[in-house]
């Protein structure tokens, strides 16, 4: 049975020498953890949305050695394969692979949040990066509002920027 803690190594070797990423992603992994837990997710999901955290930005790489650029279109497109191929070698299920590979596909599309993990995904990202890239309050607000709905996240964004 594959863990979280051999998906971590896999995504840290893969990673290697570039930290900053690797602290994104065990960043976004934390919130995820903490946000699916509070929110009282099942097993099952939670393992989704763990393992959906740890690869969520897989194809960026890839993106920036293809296109020359890290825009969410690329590495959405260019990630999944590159997760199915690592999920697969740890024997991870095929459902959670699948499901994995979609919010891979779909994290940086904001439009059409349907279900519970690709929504938790999209805020632990957003809870890392408002900070990573110094976004101004009002931006972050705007985000909130619009995007946001777990009342963990909801809760987590308040505080981190002390938003009213
Ligand atoms: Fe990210």
């Known amino acids: 049975m594959a863990s979280m803690s051999q998906l971590t190594?896999?995504?840290i070797t893969l990673y290697s020498g570039d930290p900053k990423r690797i602290q994104h992603f065990m960043?976004?992994?934390?919130?995820?953890?903490?946000i699916a837990e509070e929110e009282q997710i099942g097993a099952k999901q939670r393992e989704v949305i763990e393992a959906a955290a740890l690869v969520h930005d897989i194809?960026?790489?890839a993106a920036e050695k293809k296109y020359r650029s890290a825009a969410g279109e690329y590495q959405e497109q260019e990630g999944p394969?590159?997760?199915?191929?690592?999920?697969?070698a740890l024997e991870f299920s095929p459902a959670l692979t699948n499901r994995v590979c979609e919010l891979v596909a779909h994290h940086h599309s904001y439009q059409n949040i349907d279900a519970v993990d690709l929504?938790?995904?999209v805020e632990a990202d957003f809870l890392v990066n408002a900070y990573e890239e110094g976004l101004p309050k009002r931006n972050i607000k705007k985000f909130r509002d619009k995007?946001?709905?777990?009342e963990t996240g909801i809760h987590y964004l308040n505080e981190l920027f002390a938003l009213d």
């Open 9 to 11: 190594m896999a995504m």
């Open 27 to 34: 960043k976004v992994y934390a919130f995820a953890k903490m």
């Open 59 to 61: 194809g960026i790489h």
């Open 81 to 88: 394969p590159i997760a199915r191929a690592m999920l697969m």
């Open 119 to 121: 929504q938790i995904l």
């Open 147 to 150: 995007i946001f709905r777990t």
